[in-house]
């Protein structure tokens, strides 16, 4: 089993990062062999301060690292040192069809009302996504709700672009199905995700916030009157109530069942401390693995550098193959 996975460079780290993709990144690593990219290259496809960009990337790094990610077990890089994704997206881009990426709904939302105005990065990158994965042959990729339609999409290129040129150069990835508190939500509105975005800084624990700043977050966080109920049935229409129990949930590695076995009843007087103190003793070590590494640039770099060496010498073969089989004499 193979897998690749990416994630986009934003600075300010938060909660929803680390039990969104992060975590679930450390486990897999000894699970499968793993590629895991800073994805600047879909970063781009809206306007980006470059000095900004390039920091956010090796801040995104350090976190991973901070968080577990083994450079020496997974290859771990960013986009642009490999510069087969952005050559073999052209390639893929000849065989994507308009219509696919109009039904893409993730374009949609991010375009609002100014879709006339939107790059045509933002429109196609979903094509960069399908070159992302196959250019490795990853046999799987985990995905979330949002983006189980873009992996649909890598699928459907990959078979097209075989059939068209009788080949068996491009794999078709499987789906690894993400498990609950894919989306950690705002700790100040239970129906809206946790971002960085938000005004509010109390509507996210960051992962540079200190012990005392992630306590006070969490006793703060909005909630309501009623006591935790016995079965998970009792939170559909209690979404922040939801949103702690399932962030309890994820970071000890336990269902939100389970969570409510242990505290059926309780109210959250007694549930935030209990949540707080998971948070501080998760995060401190994080946090301060993450504040020492951030600082080291050419640590850094070193890493970066070494991951991408690694994964151009997996891709080319997908390249030159893709050349190949378009006819192609380079």
Not at 66 to 95: S, Y
Not at 128 to 155: C, F, M, N, S, W
Not at 183 to 197: E, F, I, Q, T, W
Not at 263 to 286: C, D, N, S
């Amino acid at each position: 089993m193979r897998t690749v996975s990416g994630i986009q460079p934003t600075g300010n780290l938060h909660l929803g990062n680390y039990l969104g993709a992060i975590k679930k990144w450390v486990a897999m690593q000894d699970q499968m062999e793993c590629l895991f990219f800073l994805a600047d290259l879909h970063a781009i496809t809206v306007y980006n301060d470059p000095a900004e960009l390039s920091a956010n990337t090796r801040e995104m790094a350090a976190a991973l690292i901070a968080a577990g990610v083994d450079p020496d077990k997974a290859v771990l890089f960013n986009q642009a040192r490999v510069p087969g994704h952005a050559e073999l997206a052209w390639l893929l881009f000849c065989t994507a069809r308009i219509g696919w990426l109009n039904r893409m709904t993730q374009f949609k939302e991010k375009s609002g009302k100014n879709r006339e105005g939107a790059s045509i990065g933002l429109f196609a990158y979903p094509v960069l996504q399908a070159a992302d994965v196959l250019i490795y042959g990853a046999t799987h990729v985990p995905v979330g709700e949002d983006q189980k339609q873009h992996l649909e999409l890598a699928r459907d290129i990959a078979a097209k672009f075989n059939g068209d040129f009788d080949t068996e150069l491009f794999t078709l990835p499987d789906p690894i199905i993400e498990g609950p508190a894919t989306r950690v939500m705002s700790l100040r509105n239970g129906s809206a995700k946790m971002s960085k975005s938000d005004p509010s800084d109390a509507s996210r624990i960051n992962l540079i916030d200190d012990d005392d700043t992630i306590a006070q977050k969490i006793r703060k966080a909005k909630t309501d009157p009623e006591p935790l109920p016995g079965n998970v049935n009792g939170l559909n229409e209690r979404a922040e109530a939801k949103n702690l129990v399932g962030i309890y949930a994820a970071v000890k590695d336990i269902t939100p069942q389970q969570v409510l076995d242990e505290h059926a009843g309780a109210g959250f007087g007694q549930f935030k401390p209990a949540l707080a103190e998971l948070l501080v003793e998760t995060l401190r070590p994080i946090r301060s693995r993450f504040v020492e590494l951030k600082q080291d640039h050419e640590q850094i770099d070193a890493i970066l550098c070494k991951g991408a060496s690694k994964a151009r010498e997996l891709a080319q073969p997908t390249v030159d193959g893709a050349y190949k089989a378009l006819g192609l004499l380079r």
